[in-house]
């Protein structure tokens, strides 16, 4: 008794009324290799976007707890203006407005720096405004 791996030999399904084939006939056309390759692409292509997303600031980690910063804004405001804001291209300053630290950031790099900042610190502890220039 011999296996027949020969897909040509079954009969096509119908086309849909409207002319377009369905995906069993691409499946078919395609093969057990070309649906294999066409999973791993998948695959691929969903792992890269869920572990996409570069490190803004490479290597950084804030050195305090959210809990200090929520304690202490005005160390916030100064870890902000240090070392965080210089290594982002939109931020330009950083000030203590009651229990928040207001970052002001250039309108043309809102949401990225704005994002960037978010990456490392709470968004209870910060408000962000657009730069006047």
């Given at each position: 008794?011999?296996?027949?791996?020969?897909?040509?030999?079954?009969?096509?399904?119908?086309?849909?009324?409207?002319?377009?084939?369905?995906?069993?006939?691409?499946?078919?056309?395609?093969g057990?290799a070309?649906?294999?390759?066409v999973?791993?692409?998948?695959?691929?292509?969903?792992l890269?976007?869920?572990?996409?997303?570069?490190?803004?600031?490479?290597?950084y980690?804030?050195p305090?707890?959210?809990?200090?910063y929520?304690?202490?804004?005005?160390e916030?405001?100064?870890?902000?203006?240090?070392?965080v804001?210089?290594?982002?291209?939109?931020?330009?300053?950083?000030?203590?407005?009651g229990?928040?630290v207001?970052?002001t950031?250039?309108?043309?790099?809102f949401?990225?720096?704005?994002s960037?900042v978010?990456?490392?610190?709470?968004?209870?502890?910060?408000e962000?405004?657009?730069?006047p220039?």
């Amino acid at each position: 008794m011999s296996i027949n791996n020969d897909y040509n030999d079954i009969e096509p399904v119908p086309e849909k009324k409207d002319g377009r084939q369905t995906g069993i006939n691409f499946a078919r056309y395609i093969g057990p290799a070309g649906c294999a390759i066409v999973l791993v692409f998948m695959i691929a292509v969903i792992l890269t976007c869920i572990t996409s997303g570069r490190d803004p600031i490479p290597g950084y980690e804030p050195p305090r707890s959210m809990d200090y910063y929520a304690q202490n804004p005005e160390e916030l405001a100064l870890e902000l203006r240090e070392n965080v804001l210089p290594e982002l291209e939109g931020g330009v300053d950083a000030q203590v407005s009651g229990d928040t630290v207001t970052v002001t950031v250039r309108k043309d790099k809102f949401a990225v720096t704005r994002s960037a900042v978010l990456r490392y610190f709470d968004s209870a502890l910060l408000e962000f405004a657009e730069s006047p220039d």
